[in-house]
């Protein structure tokens, strides 16, 4: 079955880490592009990193830059993002995405997780 998993996410207080993971089984994850996205209660989802299958990185988030990364593991057929000093305004539903090229549009990725929840909070 092609699809794509997250996981890693929880709870954890104002300057704490988080690593989520995003699995692959069914393709081969290095040929695709993989966005994270995130989405909060009531606001639209939003692109945050990507990398390319060149391992080209893009950050959609002003935000984020210097304390998210984002790196794969071919060997294991997974995306990782790094999350660090992380704020209360970080509190969403992270969600990884699949696609040729990298977009900061949820419209353009041909594959979605089911998202893994994120909350900072002390």
């Known amino acids: 079955q092609v699809q794509l998993v997250e996981s890693g996410g929880g709870l954890v207080q104002p300057g704490g880490s988080l690593r989520l993971s995003c699995e692959a089984s069914g393709f081969t994850l290095s040929t695709y592009s993989i966005g994270w996205f995130r989405q909060s209660p009531g606001k639209e989802r939003e692109g945050v990193l990507c990398?390319?299958?060149?391992?080209?990185?893009?950050y959609y988030l002003d935000s984020v830059k210097g304390r998210f990364t984002i790196s794969r593991d071919n060997a294991k057929n997974t995306v990782y993002l790094q999350m660090n000093n992380l704020e209360p305004e970080d509190t969403a539903t992270y969600y990884c995405a699949a696609q040729t090229y990298c977009s900061r549009s949820t419209t353009a990725y041909i594959l979605w997780g089911r998202g893994t929840q994120v909350t900072v909070s002390s």
């Open positions: 990398i390319s299958g060149s391992d080209y990185k893009l």
